[in-house]
């Protein structure tokens, strides 16, 4: 049960909203990162945060509102990523570097998955954003391939270094939290995607 939604404090009016919405932001990342949804609490994320509990409710009105803002953030940094025209092979190896640029924003984005009951805050949006890469796989590969199923498995190699660091620990031999693993990983999925044929034609 959140605590009574209540006006902030007159030292609290004092700070810069913008930055304590950024600093309850960064902190509600790396909660959310390390435990999922429904293990974060608000109370560990304003301790993150240095902030007094109630401004997360004065802010985001719950930890739903909360995770939401989260998500818009997510949205807005994959279009900062693959801005329109990016070629495919070239999209896979930024989201897959997001591992060392982002972990928190790759690590929430699995957990979403994990947590997933059939409601989804980024439905819609994903979908829209998705499209284009389906359709343009659509006309690079054969009838015998379903371009949304190619896509899902390779936004799934995009994350391995996040979501199976295991299977690589044993498979490759290396510590996959290494900078020098992870861009080698990113230029292998690059380089698989442009051997299927999904690279811009000449």
Known sequence: ??????SPKPQERRRDPERTRALILAAAAAEFAAHGFAGARTSAIAERAGVNQQLIWYYFDSKDGLYR????????????????????????????????DNPDGVRLFAWAGLEYTGTDVDHDGRAE??????????????????PACLTVMLTAAAMATTTLPHVIESVCGVDPRTPEFARHYADQVATVARLLGLADHP
């Open 1 to 6: 049960m959140p605590p009574p939604r209540r």
């Open 129 to 146: 954003r998705m499209r284009p890469t389906v359709e343009e796989i659509r006309e690079r590969v054969g009838p015998e391939v379903d």
């Open 69 to 100: 803002a989260l998500a818009e953030v997510w949205q807005r940094r994959q279009r900062e990523l693959v801005p329109p025209g990016t070629p495919l092979p070239e999209q896979l190896r930024r989201y897959a570097l997001e591992a060392l």
